[in-house]
C-alpha cells in the first residue's frame, strides 16, 4: 500500500480514537454529574419570614439513609408531603403555602441533596423509599387523618411512583414531572452516541435498568385516588410533552393545568395567588371534604 495511503488511515484511525476517547470522557463526566448534584443548604428564612411553626426532624429510610426534614403539624386532620426537584432542596415556598391554611407539612431534602445523608441521587428510583420515610413518620403523628403530596420535577416523578404503591397517599399534585428517566436524559442529552453510552453508564452506576424510572407506566395504578398535573410547553428542563403524557396515561379522577410560556418550575411565578388556589382547592375537596 502505497505511504501517503498509510498516513491517511492511520490519521483516521488517530481521529477516530479521539472522538471516541472524547465521547465516553464526555459520557462519564456527565453521569458523575447526574449521580452528584449540588448540595443546597436549605436557609429556612422563608418559613420564619412568614412565621410558620415548624420543627426540625430525621427520617431513616429503609435502606439506612438519614434525611433532613421539617415538620409542621396540621391544624385540620391532613399533612402534605413535599419532594422537591434535582439539585434543588425543600421548598420552603410550599410549605408556607399550605401551612398558611392550616396543612400539615412534611419536606425533606432527598438523599444526596441539601442536609441528608447519601451518596448518590438515582433520580426518582431509590427516591421511593425517602417518600415512604416521610410517609410513615406523618402518619405516625398525632391528630393526622389523611395523607396528600405535592412533587416537583423529579419530586414529581418520585411521587407518582411512590403513591402507584402507598395507598395512604390519598392526593398528588405534579408539577413539571419527567414521563420516564430515559425521556429525560435524551432530552437533556439529545446527541445519539453519547446519549446511549450516558445511559448505558447511568444503569451501571446505579444498578437498574432505566426503564423501572418510567411513571407513566405507572400512574394509571394511583386511580381512583386523584392526581393533579402541571406543566408548561416551553419547559427545557423536562419534555415539553410530558405533562399531556402522564395525563393520558392516567386514569380517573385526574386534572391538568398546561400553561405556554412558563420555565421549568416556574408556572407558580407567572401567577402566585391562582397557583395557590388550585394547589390548596385540590388537597380541600380530596382530603378535607372527604372526612
Known amino acids: 500500500m502505497n505511504w501517503k495511503w498509510r498516513s491517511w488511515f492511520r490519521w483516521i484511525g488517530n481521529v477516530s480514537a479521539l472522538l471516541l476517547l472524547s465521547a465516553v470522557l464526555l459520557a462519564f463526566a456527565e453521569v458523575n454529574n447526574v449521580l452528584h448534584p449540588p448540595r443546597i443548604i436549605p436557609p429556612g428564612n422563608t418559613l420564619r419570614k412568614h412565621?410558620?411553626?415548624?420543627q426540625p426532624v430525621e427520617l431513616i429510610t429503609e435502606d439506612g439513609i438519614r434525611l433532613s426534614a421539617w415538620y409542621t403539624p396540621p391544624r385540620e386532620g391532613a399533612v402534605i408531603l413535599l419532594a422537591h426537584g434535582y439539585g434543588d432542596n425543600r421548598p420552603e415556598w410550599v410549605h408556607v403555602m399550605l401551612a398558611k391554611k392550616g396543612y400539615g407539612v412534611l419536606s425533606w431534602d432527598a438523599r444526596a441533596h441539601g442536609e441528608s445523608g447519601g451518596e448518590i441521587s438515582t433520580v426518582g428510583f431509590?427516591?421511593?423509599?425517602d417518600v415512604k420515610a416521610a410517609l410513615e413518620f406523618a402518619r405516625a403523628q398525632p391528630g393526622v387523618e389523611h395523607v396528600g403530596a405535592w412533587g416537583g420535577s423529579m419530586g414529581g416523578a418520585t411521587l407518582i411512583r411512590a403513591a402507584a404503591h402507598y395507598p395512604e397517599i390519598e392526593a398528588l399534585f405534579v408539577d413539571?414531572?419527567?414521563?420516564?428517566?430515559?425521556d429525560e436524559l435524551r432530552f437533556l442529552?439529545?446527541?445519539p452516541f453519547?446519549?446511549?453510552?450516558?445511559r448505558f453508564i447511568v444503569s451501571a452506576r446505579i444498578g437498574i435498568d432505566l426503564e423501572e424510572v418510567n411513571p407513566m407506566d405507572e400512574i394509571g395504578s394511583i386511580s381512583p385516588r386523584p392526581v393533579y398535573i402541571v406543566h408548561s410547553q416551553a419547559d427545557r428542563v423536562a419534555p415539553p410533552d410530558a405533562g399531556e403524557r402522564l395525563y393520558n396515561a392516567a386514569r380517573e379522577p385526574r386534572f391538568l393545568w398546561l400553561e405556554q410560556d412558563a420555565a421549568h418550575l416556574a408556572i407558580y411565578l407567572e401567577n402566585p395567588r391562582r397557583y395557590q388556589r388550585r394547589l390548596v382547592d385540590f388537597f380541600d375537596e380530596w382530603l378535607l371534604q372527604s372526612q
Not at 51 to 54: A, G, R, S, T
Not at 126 to 129: P, Y
Not at 194 to 198: C, H
Open 176 to 182: 413539571s414531572s419527567f414521563a420516564s428517566l430515559e
Open 194 to 198: 453519547v446519549d446511549s453510552l450516558t
Open 126 to 129: 431509590m427516591e421511593v423509599l
Open 51 to 54: 412565621h410558620i411553626d415548624y
Open 189 to 191: 442529552a439529545p446527541y
